[in-house]
């Protein structure tokens, strides 16, 4: 889940409550098949130790193992460029917070929220964002600072010491829930306006359904994850479960921040935290704690990008590249926190383009192979797996249709 959490009501918003609840099932099952899917294929073709990558290699060639190793590179690009925005942010945040320091000269409508698109619907501002001081700025100075934090963990030989801390995860996503349900009860349904549950429609759905496809992106590594259960035999139970879990605590976040926050519903903010002023306590609380955790997984994010070159390239495994492809992850990160730090925008991508590849195609691909080796591939199975790929082509090419 992950960052995930945080921009789930934007896309609620942006899809409309109707489509992204619809959404939120669709794509919960689709991406379950298609992870059960690879699970199948790797009993009859593969093994415990493999993955993704070798059963192409096996089922499929080379070339369709190099380009699973690409794409996984790909997500985890993505997944580090929106750790990074959120670790400037929580910074930014947490710093301001402890140093009575207003954060911006934004319109504050109640109590604790904010609209910092400064919806028209409410009321135009004129008055432009502010930094407390041109040292401090969160599109500026401060994503370059959290690089003096965060190099020196990337260059740790033993990444273990971080695995550690992965408890915490639990304890955000479990605050995250405690948070949008006390939020919420102290508004209440806020839903009086019928047209707002339809929101932008289905002009914009695609942007929930490139999000989900991140959102629910496990399959470049669920068959290590499954290898770790106990009761083989139980796999496909045990995977329902847990799409089943994510997609409650999915909906739970998403739907019922989108239903109970007060404002215009387009104000909500692709980090839902940004819609509450900077002294809301329980809102400080949960940037210090995701600050913590988004530290202490970024290396373990890296680690796993560097794996996954050195695969593609046998020289990106060695000391010096591993310190190039550090400097360059950093580099991309700061450019896009200064000039592009929309979270939910390259999520979207990232989980259209990704998905696309590692949700979709492949697990489909793999198991028409897989069913024709067997020679129990019909026209109607693949047309099934056909659809799949399909959709998930669609899916990316609506990323470039939405404004």
Request: some cysteine.
């Amino acid at each position: 889940m992950g960052s995930s959490l945080l921009t789930m009501a934007w896309g609620v918003e942006r899809a409309g409550l109707p489509m992204a609840l619809f959404l939120l099932i669709f794509m919960a099952g689709l991406c379950l098949y298609t992870a059960y899917i690879l699970l199948k294929v790797n009993a009859r073709h593969g093994s415990e130790s493999c993955e993704v990558p070798a059963l192409c290699r096996t089922l499929l060639g080379e070339g369709a193992a190099a380009i699973a190793h690409t794409f996984s590179v790909i997500v985890l690009l993505g997944a580090n460029i929106v750790y990074w925005l959120l670790i400037t942010n929580f910074l930014y945040h947490t710093v301001n917070y402890f140093m009575d320091v207003s954060a911006s000269n934004i319109t504050v409508y109640n109590s604790s929220l904010l609209c910092p698109k400064h919806d028209p619907l409410i009321g135009p501002s004129d008055l432009p964002v502010v930094d407390p001081s041109p040292y401090w700025g969160l599109h500026s100075t401060v994503p370059i600072y959290v690089a003096f934090i965060v190099f020196p963990l990337l260059n740790f030989t033993n990444v273990s010491f971080f695995t550690k801390f992965n408890s915490l995860g639990t304890l955000s996503v479990f605050y995250l829930l405690i948070f949008v349900t006390v939020k919420g009860l102290s508004w209440g349904i806020n839903m009086d306006d019928l047209l707002v549950t339809v929101g932008r429609g289905s002009s914009d759905a695609a942007v929930l359904s490139g999000m989900l496809a991140l959102s629910f992106y496990i399959h470049n590594i669920i068959i290590t994850v499954m290898s770790n259960n106990a009761r083989q035999e139980k796999n496909g139970r045990d995977l329902t479960i847990a799409f089943l879990l994510v997609t409650v605590t999915y909906t739970t976040v998403g739907a019922f921040f989108y239903i109970c926050f007060p404002l215009a519903k387009s104000c909500i903010e692709d980090n839902i935290l940004n819609n509450f002023e900077m002294h809301d306590v329980m809102t400080a609380i949960a940037r210090a704690l995701l600050l913590f955790q988004v530290v202490t997984v970024y290396p373990l994010v890296v680690f796993m990008l560097r794996g996954e070159a050195a695969a593609l390239c046998a020289r990106a495994g060695g000391r010096a590249p591993a310190l190039l492809i550090n400097l360059a992850v950093m580099t991309l990160s700061i450019l896009f926190a200064c000039f592009c730090p929309d979270i939910g925008t390259i999520i979207r991508y990232t989980g259209a383009v990704s998905g696309l590849v590692h949700v979709f195609a492949l697990p489909s691909i793999l198991q028409m192979r897989s069913l024709q080796l067997r020679r129990k591939l019909t026209w109607w199975k693949g047309l099934l797996y056909s659809l799949i790929i399909v959709f998930g082509t669609f899916n990316l090419v609506m990323q470039f249709f939405i404004v």
